[in-house]
């Protein structure tokens, strides 16, 4: 199968079904895309493994880097109704990206990319793929290729980060365990917070154990600082790293 490359074309134009605050409410292609330069990565399903894994996550790590290339917002696009993605969204903490419901599949349609995924039991679903679209208009697609299954190779945010700036600095992954009312946890935090630094924090009795903390850095003491793989130490250690 040859999936339509839309580059050059103006997008779709639709009125979605989204879910907010105040219930279901209808937002237009106009809304989204008029006047702004936008990323869309549209994929199988909420919930779905690599979609939650990698997919949304690595779009979200992102986002700061992709506002400072000119990106105005980043959405994540799926043929589920607007329920289901607000609750994946809430589950994720995808604060930095905007999840749109494509509930009847009109806007894939439109981009000739809704596929039949009726054997695994999904119906009709979106093809995987990333576009970058400027006022409303494709100017750049990643479409993954036409294999078995759930390919994921070009439509990643690496790689919309290449073709719009191959020089951007990528944030390290940083995490943190801490646990609730520790003091040196808080002052941990706080300096990378004053680096404008984003960190994934890890508590104690809720994401994290003991064990995992003593097998993981050899120290029962929190927090403990990971910076890009590497194990940094306490706030002592994360001020000295800095300096």
């Not at 907010?20 to 409410?25: E, I, R, T, V, Y």
């Amino acid at each position: 199968m040859t999936f339509k490359n839309s580059e050059g074309n103006q997008i779709p134009n639709v009125t979605f079904k989204i879910v907010n605050d105040k219930g279901l409410n209808a937002v237009t292609t106009d809304e989204l895309f008029k006047n702004k330069k936008v990323i869309v990565f549209s994929l199988p399903g909420a919930y779905t493994p690599t979609c939650s894994s990698t997919h949304l996550p690595r779009y979200n790590q992102l986002a700061k880097v992709f506002e400072k290339e000119g990106v105005d917002d980043i959405i994540c696009m799926s043929v589920n109704d607007g329920f289901v993605m607000k609750a994946w969204g809430e589950a994720q903490e995808a604060a930095n990206i905007t999840l749109i419901a494509d509930g009847n599949g009109e806007f894939t349609e439109g981009m000739g990319l809704l596929v039949d995924k009726s054997d695994i039991g999904f119906g009709k679903r979106s093809w995987r793929y990333s576009m970058l679209v400027n006022n409303g208009v494709v100017e750049k697609m990643f479409i993954e290729p036409d294999k078995p299954g759930d390919p994921f190779e070009v439509s990643d945010a690496d790689t919309m980060l290449e073709y719009i700036n191959s020089d951007a600095k990528k944030p390290e992954a940083i995490s943190i365990i801490t646990k609730p009312g520790c003091p040196y946890c808080k002052k941990a935090k706080e300096l990378l917070t004053s680096k404008s630094l984003e960190f994934e924090e890890l508590i104690l009795g809720k994401d994290a154990t003991s064990v995992s903390l003593l097998a993981m850095t050899g120290s029962e003491k929190v927090p403990q600082v990971f910076i890009a793989g590497k194990l940094i130490g306490g706030s002592d250690k994360l001020e000295e790293y800095f300096s």
